[in-house]
């Protein structure tokens, strides 16, 4: 087993656009993760723009929901609402001024708007494979090792998101990436039994509220309840707190991917995650630390 004497032994964390913000705590909590091995740790990880990139070629990657958008038969009138309310709420949502407790009453507005214009559409099953099988360049470079790092050493891997659950399995698939120890969290579709959209099952979850509530009572928690050693990445200050009240969890270590808004938001990253890229599109950071366990 190694231990690691100073943070700078990790070349990944020494490059110009990662900002940590306590250098001794993240090399003690490393260290634990080291000694503890496989045995004790959990990835949990957001989806849009954390697994996936923010740009590939300058072009900005589709979101969950922009992948439902991408389908064909959806309807234009659908595609223009949901813009309009995207167009509202996204600058909400990554306001670096605005306090949670005020976005997450936004959020609330947003979800139910949006779920709302689903209603009545027909689920498009066969084209949102399509949409997941041109994700597959999509994601960062270094999932795939992330993934089968994961699988082999037996490591559960929760895709904890607030977007489409539907859309992310379908890029998860559709890359490989959806095995038996991945588990995906996120907004699911209720479907009647000729696949029109009735609603959503469960409860929302949007930016703000990711955290145990949505986790507990699921097949993962079951798999994560002696496992006290996270390691969690997400590009929405919301997604730092995906660990919350896992009572068992004494270190996450917290890597926050920051591609929009860069300067406006640093500050406020750094406070948050403990480990934070800028414009970055590898995983090489994660990898490099899981590489250390095993
Ligand atoms: P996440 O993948 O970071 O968990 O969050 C999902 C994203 O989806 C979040 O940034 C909000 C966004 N979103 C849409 O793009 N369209 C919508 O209609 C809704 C409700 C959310």
Redesign the pocket.
């Known amino acids: 087993m190694k231990t690691l004497s100073s943070i700078e032994d990790i070349p990944e964390l020494c490059k110009e656009n990662v900002y940590i913000k306590d250098k001794e705590s993240l090399l003690k909590n490393i260290n634990k993760i080291i000694a503890e091995g496989n045995k004790k740790l959990q990835i949990l990880t957001?989806?849009?723009?954390t697994l996936t990139r923010h740009d590939v070629d300058g072009k900005p990657v589709l979101?969950?929901?922009?992948m439902f958008k991408e389908c064909p038969s959806v309807p234009q009138k659908y595609k223009d609402d949901?813009t309009k309310?995207?167009n509202k709420y996204?600058p909400i949502?990554v306001d670096a001024d605005m306090s949670i407790e005020v976005k997450v009453k936004h959020m609330k507005d947003?979800?139910m708007a949006?779920h709302n214009l689903m209603k009545g559409l027909k689920f498009p099953r066969n084209e949102l494979m399509d949409v997941g099988h041109k994700m597959v360049g999509c994601f960062r470079k270094g999932v795939n090792d992330l993934i089968s790092w994961s699988e082999r050493h037996q490591v559960p891997v929760l895709v904890?998101?607030?977007?489409l659950g539907e859309c992310v399995v379908a890029a998860l698939q559709a890359a490989k990436f959806l095995l038996p120890n991945v588990k995906v969290i996120s907004n699911f579709l209720a479907m009647d039994e000729n696949d029109n959209i009735v609603g959503i099952q469960g409860e929302i979850i949007h930016?703000y509220n990711?955290n145990e509530t949505a986790i507990k009572h699921t097949e993962y928690y079951g798999m994560v309840k002696e496992r006290n050693n996270v390691l969690l990445m997400?590009?929405?200050i919301g997604?730092a707190g995906m660990a919350e009240g896992m009572e068992h969890c004494d270190v996450v270590i917290k890597i926050g991917f920051l591609g929009r808004n860069t300067e406006a938001n640093l500050q406020n990253y750094v406070c948050t995650f403990d480990i934070v890229v800028v414009n970055e599109h590898t995983m090489d950071i994660a990898n490099a630390i899981l590489k250390l366990v095993l």
Do not use: I, M, P, V
């Open positions: 957001d989806f849009d723009h979101t969950s929901f922009g949901e309310l995207a996204k949502e947003w979800y949006s904890f998101s607030a977007g930016t990711k997400g590009d929405n997604d």
